[in-house]
């Protein structure tokens, strides 16, 4: 196990005075960094200014000072403490890497519990600590198979499997001496809601050995308290120097529809015709999901779609439902409107329906919907950057090939019959903070069924179906139908496999204590909750 050089640490107030692209050698060994404090178009040092603000010290971190060497690989094997159950270590694969930090998934769990880990945390050991330490491997919560089951499974799991070598494994870092965080100073911080970014952060309030983490450009969409000796909080800089991709305070992209466009052999022009005139202003991840669950949502026969697709990682969920299944995939990690373009280009032209998408409104010559309702918070979105798609940036783009190519399969032959999918939508995605001239209209866009754009959403219940018989699916979209300061919530349905059964078995202490919901929440829901149960949605 690695112990960190101090011959090595960076003296960080130092190192700001660099100019940018000339690095200490401590940072080399992050082929992917670039332009030190300088991501895209955010630079720290001119956001410090511009903000009158100053970065929180290194030493109020619990970070080592040299962001420590990641030298595992994807599918090594290795020991981890299960985050839904600190008590078990169990069996973890080695499923992402990005700059210091390494993707987890439990052996025997899916990928909706994925969770991250430094390489220097103390929750991750090498293959056979815990036998040496008199402890026992534990399934993960929520395994897959019957318990019973377990010494079998972990036998087959570790046969010929790659062990990560105690090598590469880091010392934690010592704790600082108690909470030197100030309120207002600047930070990088884990989204928490969507873990695999890193972004620009506040100190907005300190109480006692807990910090409030606000995220800079969104309005307490995302804001958490944590310790302040937390793994999840970093100086400004951590990102630059270990290559991860810093998201810009607030980023939004907007893309737009060709109404009047080729919709291809397996879109139905008329859903088409029906869906918002964009998708945005929102994060990158955001609008891609909703163009790509757009046309899953539009097609003659989901499958089709979706045969198109591969898993990513880091990215949104989308959803599909065919024969007689909800199927769900993970979309790539995006960070600018040119790879939201560069994908949907690719996944169009797989469909037939090639111009479909663009960064600029297309002239309307029918008259179409341009408000529609969506669930989460407006605050989460910003004006952002707009680039223009011409001729010479498709043609720019098409050589290209990245990580992001892969998430789409190679043209496949698909049925193009007619025939209308079976129901089994999910709700269309973040507000644009549009006017609000055409609610009726609206409301339309957030029934289900195979009419979901022509219904009237007149009752929060989905098709008027019995709760008892929802999917996690239908829950989501009553939990942001029913309150919309509950919709950032929702996604947490997914995460714990909550059902119509489910939820009405819910109540405030399980939500507390096994989804992490705070009070007020959390009795907003039971509320609803006991509001569905008596009949009254």
Known sequence: MQKSDPRKEIDWSDVRKHKYGHLSESVSQYPE???????????????????????????????????????????????????????????ATVVGLTGARLRLRLDGSDNKNDFWRLVDSAEIQPVGNCEKNGGMLQPPLGFRLNASSWPMFLLKTLNGAEMAPIRIFHKEPPSPSHNF????????????????????????????????????????????????????????????????NLQPPGTKVCIYLNKNGSTGPHLDKKKVQQLPDHFGPARASVVLQQAVQACID???????????????HGGEVISAVFDREQHTLNLPAVNSIT???????????????DNLFGNQPFTQTHLSLTTTEYSHSNDRYLPGETFVLGN?????LEPHSDSMDSSL??????????????????????????????????????SRGSDRYLESR?????????PSSWTVEDVMQFIREADPQLGPHADLFRKHEIDGKALLLLRSDVMMKYMGLKLGPALKLSYHIDRLKQGKF
């Not at 539009?298 to 990513?312: D, E, I, N, P, R």
Request: with cysteine.
């Open 181 to 244: 965080f100030k309120m207002g100073m600047k930070l990088e911080a884990v989204d928490r809601k969507n873990p695999h970014f890193i972004c620009p952060a506040t100190i907005g309030e300190v109480r006692g050995s807990e910090v409030l983490v606000t995220f800079d450009g969104w309005r307490g969409a995302f804001d958490y308290w944590c310790r302040f000796d937390s793994r999840d909080i970093f100086p400004v800089g951590w990102c630059s120097l270990t290559g991860d």
């Open 392 to 396: 010479s940036l498709a043609r720019s």
């Open 409 to 446: 399969n190679p043209t496949n032959l698909v049925s193009t019959s007619q025939t209308l999918r079976a129901p089994g939508y999910r709700p269309l995605l973040p507000s644009c903070g549009l006017p609000l001239s055409t609610a009726s209209a609206v409301r339309r866009l957030c």
């Open 339 to 353: 790879y939201v373009l560069r994908f949907l280009e690719k996944l169009c032209h797989n469909l037939r329906s």
């Open 33 to 91: 960094a670039t332009d030190f404090l300088e991501l895209g178009h955010f630079t720290w040092d001119k956001y410090l200014k511009e903000t009158c603000s100053v970065p929180a010290p290194v030493h109020c971190f619990k970070q080592s000072y040299t962001p420590p060497r990641n030298e595992f690989k994807i599918s090594m094997k290795l020991e981890a403490q299960d985050p839904r159950n600190t008590t078990s270590t169990c069996i």
């Open 458 to 466: 007149d009752a929060s219940r989905p098709s008027g179906r019995d």
């Open 298 to 312: 539009c097609a003659y026969h989901q499958k089709t779609v979706f045969s198109f697709l591969k898993q990513g």
